[in-house]
């Protein structure tokens, strides 16, 4: 299973990029939205975690980009941005393409669970 | 758009010169005088350093030091020097002066910075003389520069009517080879030898039949002897109408996406470029630097949004419109009446639909000087905010001013997406310690734009979120969602 991390905090991305690769998922990392379309389409994850609010191309555009090349592949969307006023950033990654979303801080088992789910639901889809 | 305003802004690039930067910081501080080198903005090639430890600097010691600059730089000419001092400012402050000093250093060296070339440097002296060396300019133009942005610090500290505290001196050698300094007190004064360059002059004044044309070996620029008021009064109606001919007005919607809707529109005054077919410049960028084209800019803007608050009133349209203004047009009493009184004639009711935005605000400008330059403005609108740099971080200033947003421009700003986002973030942290509200104007991308929202801006406007338009439209409702629709 390969899992392409975007994230253009440093910190964050490793830190998901350990958890994940402690509970053996294979990892590779993108810096921002355009270097994470490219990796998308180098490496073909099985699964995908993006942040929202990314330099270059940010997430929800990301997200717009992969589902018109991949409309099955899991995303995760992750965002501290939040809620503001009436404006919820997951809730429009949720719209525009994101299989769930995840708001900034999660907890580390929570992260997990949710990738091997996705994982196996879409390997379970493929196969019927 | 000038750099930094407002407040103390971030560490800027480094942009080193050469040559003649070297000489000078060599002759004026080598010999065992520690000095500090202080970047400023790119694109100028620029470096300043300080004298370490400030307090009044030794004249006959300054002296020497520019007499032995001028002997190492042949090609220097003494008249090239030119210093601006802020003694006369700092002797109206009293004992005032420890709390404002520096402020006024960041003032100062704001404007310098605005108006230096490529290859032009400066460097300070003590607390209060700044030294400029213009390298592409004739010893008039040099002068006649130094004038300017002496008066343009003074006017930004004290107001239009301090031109007496304004002190510019440019450095003369004598026959004896010692070199003294020579006060530029007046507007005579600069003009002094009657022999003008005038790079603005338009191209007939050049030729004229009277005025034999010769070339200066230094700069390669035209020398026209005539008189001071026509060149003056040429120069002046060559900068209207190279900068004001062509200017047209579009508006900008700008989107509040904590009500989800774009109810406000800002005035932007635009120059058509008469030298690429179609093209559209910022007029505000086309008159930095020139108070006087700038005065008219603004009178154009405040009579154009006039017209549309009455067309507003006419039509029962009821939107917002954000008019900018230069802070230094308001800087001028005279200017600051006349745009307080012509701003005054819109109608009572339509007052409340109006945001007047101070554009163009130095950095660490006083609070006594914000509140005497916004009072005026205040009864005539529903708000007043400024606009400063990006890479603001406190806005202490501006609390109990009157003043109830800040914003910043960046899309004429070559950073990269990832230090403007950062830099979106500290500002907004700062705008709230102050508890004002916050705009981003340009940003041209979903990204920036995603940024400021999640940062909290409370207004964002862009070609990311809107084109602009050539007249307030009406109230569009405007959602996140909205951001990510085919155009």
Known sequence: MQVLVIDDDVAVRQTIALLLEDAGIEVIQAADGKEGFRAFQRARPDLIVTDIIMPEKEGIQTIIDIRKQDPKLPIIAISGGGRIGNTDFLEIAARLGASTTLPKPFDPEVLVDLVRKLCDDAKRAATN | MSSDRAGPTEPKETVVDEGLVDKLRRVLWGSGKTHEVRPVAAPRKTLTWKQAGGGDADEAEFLGQIRQLLERTPSLQASRVNIIGLKRIKERFGDAWQRVADRADRIARNVIERHLDPGDIYATWGEDTYITVFARLSEQEARVKCYLIGNEIVRTLLGDDASEYLEVKTAVTRVDGSVDLKAVGSMDQMFEGAEVISPLAPPELKAGADDAPRTNDDTGLTLVPIERDRVVQREADAVRANVLAGVDFVFRPMWDPTRNVIATYLCVP??????????????????????????????????????????????????????????????????????????????????????????????????????????????????????????????????????????????????????????????????????????????????????????????VDGDAVAATLARPDRIVPFQLADLYMPR
Do not use: N, W
């Not at chain 2, 007029?283 to 630097?289: E, M």
């Not at chain 2, 700038?294 to 507003?312: E, F, I, Y």
């Open chain 2, 270 to 459: 635009r120059v058509r470029l008469s030298d690429i077919d179609g093209a559209v410049g910022d007029a505000s960028l086309a008159v930095a630097g020139d108070s006087d084209a700038m005065a008219r800019l603004d009178a154009a803007t405040v009579a154009r949004v006039k017209g549309d608050l009455r067309a507003m009133a006419a039509d029962g349209r009821r939107l917002i419109i954000a008019m900018p203004i230069h802070f230094e047009t308001l800087c001028s009493t005279a200017l600051r009446r006349r745009c307080a009184a012509e701003i005054g004639t819109i109608p009572e009711a339509m007052k409340q639909y109006l945001v007047i935005e101070v554009i163009d605000v130095p950095a660490g400008v006083l609070k006594s000087r914000l509140m005497e330059v916004i009072a005026p403005l205040r009864l005539h609108c529903r708000a007043v905010s400024l606009q400063v740099a990006i890479g603001t971080i406190d806005f202490t200033q501006i609390r109990g001013t009157g003043i109830s947003a800040v914003g910043a421009e960046i899309a004429h700003l070559a950073k990269s997406e990832f230090i403007l986002m950062q830099q979106l973030a500290r500002f907004q942290r700062a705008a709230e310690k102050a508890e004002v509200v916050t705009f981003l104007h340009g940003a041209q991308t979903r990204s920036l734009v995603a940024a400021a929202v999640g940062a909290g801006f409370h207004y």
